[in-house]
């Protein structure tokens, strides 16, 4: 189950939907349609919930007084924004990932190691234990076969048999802003399909199903 739900940031989502809510009233909706996941997923089931911190603690917190089963937080960097008031830059966007009871599928996924895009080098020295890491990547490997659109910014150079990889981690910086200009082509508020196809090779099988 994936969610990405309004933020309550007054965003126009069209007539008869408020995207400013008082904060009781957004959290009250929010944990109706989170109750109706729960009820919805089959035990051993995965729940992605994509929103700002601010929400996420609170969604949390219900989940948990649900019985569902905290798995990550996943941090999904974003370019920074000002900073408003005595705040730091919001940086980040969380993703919530639950499982109801154990999970019943984790893959591990593989991403590209992250190199610099001047000098090309790696950027980390992963503490000495840099021999330890795959030489090839598993289950995104079949972007090979994917639609072009799915990996919007890999060239495909990026992306080759010689390339190292290593096991995601719960940072996600490589997903593409939703209002980047240089992905005009997809709606506003439109993710980039990286995100899911991430989230679905971690959490299912192929004929499993998924709600969103
Ligand atoms: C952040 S956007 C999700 C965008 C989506 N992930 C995509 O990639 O296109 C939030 C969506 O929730 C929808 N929405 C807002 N209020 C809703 C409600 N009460 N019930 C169902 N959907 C709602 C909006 O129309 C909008 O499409």
């Known amino acids: 189950m994936f969610a990405d ?29 989170l109750q ?33 089963s905290f798995r ?30 154990d999970p019943d599928t984790f893959n591990k996924v593989y991403i590209p ?8 080098k790696e950027i980390r020295d992963y503490g000495g234990h840099r021999n330890k890491l795959n ?8 972007i090979f076969d994917a639609p072009e659109d799915i990996w919007e910014i890999a060239s495909e150079e990026d992306y080759n048999h ?16 939703v209002r980047h200009s240089k992905y005009k082509s997809r709606a506003a508020n439109e993710l980039a399909p990286i995100m899911l196809e991430r989230i679905i090779a971690l959490s299912t099988n192929p004929g499993d199903i998924i709600v969103s």
């Open 5 to 33: 739900p309004p933020f309550n940031l007054g965003k126009d989502y069209g007539k008869d939907i408020s995207d400013r809510l008082k904060n009781e009233e957004y959290l009250a909706w929010s944990r109706e349609w």
């Open 36 to 68: 109706e996941t729960i009820w919805i997923l089959k035990p051993g089931g995965s729940l992605f919930v994509f929103n700002l911190p601010m929400w996420l603690i609170e969604y949390g917190s219900f989940l948990n007084s649900q019985g569902m």
């Open 72 to 101: 990550h937080w996943i941090a999904c960097r974003m370019p920074k924004a000002f900073p408003r008031g005595k705040k730091l830059s919001p940086a980040h966007y969380g993703l919530l990932y639950y499982t109801k009871g």
């Open 113 to 120: 190691i992250p190199v610099c895009r001047h000098c090309g």
């Open 135 to 142: 030489e090839r990547g598993l289950n995104l490997m079949d």
């Open 162 to 177: 010689t390339q190292l990889w290593t096991a995601a981690e719960d940072l996600w910086d490589d997903i593409p802003p």
